[in-house]
């Protein structure tokens, strides 16, 4: 499907995707990369501008949000401020013609899912952020949806409450088996949760994969800069076999995993995550071994973030754990520096 508010720019522009029963989905992307109004087209608060939508092989093109059979829950929790939890959670039901004694065991059933068991007189305005939200889950899950979409739904939150719904989330979806599909710009958030990932960028999907997949095996520059942190080498593939590449770059040459269609000629952008970077290594021991000046060491509890001058420029990025005897690394030393050839990706050169 494809989206445009004014004929000329393409919000979201020939999505082709699949997700299956019983999985969740993220769509990661930056703002205004499209993945929220591809949730709000799913939902049906918005239209295609082309193409079809299909749940279980039905398509819902021309039906409305509210017979969808969809649980939505926003960043802004959306709880109705006049009515209690409890009113709130009966509210769905109610519409849905439900009898009263049903509605009060599913309202139990889903505020004891959420672990907001005994509140159901609570006002909203009484329950804290992380609270709301929990209501805001339990309200969306209350009829029995097959699927429940997700909008940046702890944005509001502050870390540790994210952190904590964000497994209460996961939980929820391995005990009820519900398929989910999820927004955030969060990447973080998006590896704890997901089974499969997807990474937009101007209204296109770069890649969709599993967590693991998307930050170990990157096949676009923009989803290595986008997930996780990496050192993103300029340089010409001077030679490949059997999956891996001699490349060219600025102060010597470098040998990293082949991925795509890359030939000898080819521009290209090598990879290297900051945390596979070895100090001091046996000479030797690495594929990859450079002498580079230390710039700046930032202490971050567990690691050390150090900044490198390395092939030609000052943001050389390394992450080494904070152990007995780095402490002595300071501003303007030389040393020696190791990685192994598959711990860095040539990836297709592409200008942003």
């Not at 672990?115 to 889950?137: D, H, K, N, T, Y």
């Not at 940046?152 to 994210?162: F, H, K, S, V």
């Not at 005990?175 to 296109?204: C, K, N, P, W």
């Not at 000629?265 to 100090?279: F, H, M, N, Y």
Request: with cysteine; proline share 4%.
């Amino acid at each position: 499907m494809s989206k445009t508010y004014d004929g000329e720019h393409w919000i979201v522009e020939g999505l082709d995707l699949t997700v299956q029963r019983g999985e969740f989905l993220t769509l990661l992307g930056p703002s205004g990369s499209g993945k929220t109004t591809c949730l709000m087209m799913l939902a049906g608060f918005e239209a295609p501008t082309r193409g079809d939508i299909r749940i279980a092989e039905q398509s819902v093109q021309g039906i409305a949000a509210d017979k969808r059979g969809i649980g939505v829950v926003f960043q802004n929790y959306a709880l109705f401020p006049h009515m209690t939890v409890g009113g709130n959670l009966s509210f769905p039901l109610e519409v849905r013609g439900m009898d009263k004694s049903k509605r009060r065991s599913r309202v139990q059933q889903a505020l004891s899912l959420v672990r907001m068991s005994g509140f159901e007189e609570r006002l909203p305005q009484a329950l804290s952020g992380g609270q709301q939200q929990r209501v805001a889950i339990a309200r969306a899950l209350v009829f029995e949806p097959e699927l429940v979409l997700m909008d940046e739904p702890l944005g509001a939150l502050d870390r540790r409450l994210r952190e904590e719904l964000q497994f209460e989330i996961r939980r929820i979806h391995r005990e009820l088996g519900v398929t989910i599909v999820y927004v955030t710009h969060d990447q973080q958030e998006a590896m704890v949760m997901s089974d499969r990932v997807a990474v937009f960028s101007q209204g296109r999907i770069e890649q969709i994969a599993s967590p693991e997949v998307l930050y170990e095996e990157p096949t676009r520059s923009f989803v290595a800069r986008f997930i996780g942190e990496n050192n993103l080498v300029k340089g010409e593939i001077s030679h490949v076999k059997r999956g891996v590449c001699t490349v060219q770059v600025e102060g010597g040459s470098m040998t990293a995993a082949h991925l795509g269609d890359l030939a000898p000629g080819d521009r290209t952008l090598v990879a290297v995550r900051p945390e596979r970077i070895q100090l001091r290594p046996q000479t030797g021991a690495y594929a990859n071994e450079f002498i580079a000046k230390v710039e700046d060491v930032t202490f971050l509890g567990d690691h050390l973030r150090v900044r490198f001058n390395l092939f030609g420029h000052a943001q050389f990025i390394a992450k080494l754990p904070n152990i007995v005897g780095h402490g002595a690394l300071l501003p303007g030393d030389e040393v020696r520096l190791g990685w192994a050839a598959l711990d860095c990706r040539a990836l297709n050169f592409e200008d942003t």
